[in-house]
């Protein structure tokens, strides 16, 4: 069961790995970032751009914030083109991601969600507590691949360890 603390802590674990990423990710060129390296959504570019548009849409499912442009999963990886664009939208959903998470009560992580899912196209109905855990869930998966591209391509993206964070 996760709590408001919970929320907390990983929104704000979430803004630290997604600094620590885009500072690796910004000292590539471009045609690196955009690099085939075999990952789920293959490029880092790619893989990050998946990130933000899922969260957008989670978020707007939880928290009622703006819903994006509407695309299925795989138009999500170009949601972005441009790098600072992408660099600039992960910097402002991380603000709003960590402003929610600053002021979720217990009523927010109580009851369900119904939702539709494009991914499986259906409507869905889950509880609020599961959805909102998948949304830090879904970030720790691929941005464990982003960790992991970077490091391949030789920009470091620093500790990914929640233990290490130094904002808790």
């Known amino acids: 069961m996760i709590s408001r603390n919970f929320v907390r802590q990983l929104a704000a674990y979430n803004a630290w790995q997604n600094d620590n990423q885009y500072a690796g990710a910004s000292r590539l060129s471009e045609a690196e970032r955009r690099r085939n390296r075999g990952a789920f959504f293959d490029p880092i570019q ?84 599961s959805c909102i855990r998948h949304v830090f869930d879904h970030h720790t998966h691929h941005g464990g691949q982003v960790n992991a591209m970077l490091n391949a391509a030789g920009a470091k993206s620093g500790d990914a360890d929640l233990a290490l964070m130094t904002v808790i």
């Not at 914030?65 to 939208?89: H, I, K, Y």
């Open 46 to 129: 790619a893989t990050l751009n998946d990130l933000i548009w899922a969260e957008m849409i989670w978020m707007n499912r939880i928290a009622e914030t703006a819903m994006p442009v509407q695309v299925g999963v795989p138009e999500s990886v170009a949601r972005f083109e441009d790098w600072p664009t992408l660099t600039r939208e992960r910097l402002w959903f991380d603000k709003v991601i960590v402003y929610w998470a600053s002021g979720v009560s217990d009523s927010v992580l109580t009851g369900e969600l119904t939702l539709f899912s494009s991914a499986v196209g259906c409507e869905l109905k889950k509880p609020r507590r």
